[in-house]
């Protein structure tokens, strides 16, 4: 080890000790052996295990309007609870770099899933350029990053382009949500995705219109010759009920 290493762990060793790293969900000082989530928040985490299922509900939910290789969630998006409040924390307070952990978090959940093994690129849904402007960055592509990373796989955020604004979806009722979306994508760039093998990534599925509304002009301007499988890091309990 060089006198530059040691010199380097030393700060480290102290910056530690004067700034300890603190668990991204509970705020808790993170112990020797914890990574970003502390073991307790970890234990509480209300996963899906959808990754590791073939045919799943966010599978079925998709499956009747296109063709879909995979499709997963997390976890449940839980009313009044930790893991609810951080994609809140990365959506609405500016802390894109927690969405690019969970989405590294989200990254390695579907690496050691036998279904998400033939994936190509990652693609996320976009924002509006004035949304992104007001937000200053896109949620999802953060989350994308993250996930691409992970899995060490390319991350195209330039091909698909929101060309039309619409208003949130948070507050309409589901039928009015898929009239909202219809439309509202352009391929710009069709070549760079045809013949592959998409995973489209977003934060929080809850009627799953956007990310449909995305795969479908996909496909169409692919002209059927590309394979889709989809991930977000949630999934509304309200929506989706055992």
Not at 81 to 97: A, C, E, N, P, T
């Amino acid at each position: 080890m060089s006198i530059f290493s040691d010199i380097w762990s030393v700060c480290d060793d102290i910056l530690s000790l004067v700034f300890p790293p603190r668990c991204i969900i509970c705020g808790g000082t993170l112990g020797h052996e914890e990574q970003d989530i502390c073991f307790v928040c970890l234990q509480r985490i209300p996963t899906t295990n959808f990754a590791n299922e073939k045919e799943n509900i966010v599978w079925q939910l998709f499956s009747g309007y296109i063709p879909i290789e995979d499709a997963a969630s997390l976890y449940w998006f839980i009313e009044n609870s930790d893991w609810r409040g951080v994609v809140h924390r990365f959506k609405y307070s500016g802390q894109w770099l927690l969405a690019k952990k969970m989405g590294g978090w989200l990254g390695k959940n579907l690496l050691y899933s036998p279904n998400f093994n033939e994936i190509d690129i990652v693609v996320p849904i976009p924002l509006h350029p004035l949304r992104r402007m007001w937000r200053s960055y896109n949620q999802s592509e953060m989350l994308a990053l993250g996930v691409a990373r992970a899995m060490n796989i390319e991350c195209d955020s330039r091909s698909v382009r929101r060309s039309r604004y619409n208003e949130s979806q948070t507050r309409k009722r589901r039928g009015d949500r898929w009239k909202n979306v219809e439309d509202i994508f352009t391929v710009l760039h069709p070549e760079r995705l045809r013949g592959r093998h998409i995973l489209l990534v977003d934060d929080v599925l809850t009627t799953g219109a956007t990310i449909l509304s995305c795969a479908k002009s996909i496909i169409a301007a692919c002209e059927g010759d590309v394979r889709i499988s989809i991930a977000t890091l949630a999934v509304s309990q309200h929506s989706f009920k055992r």
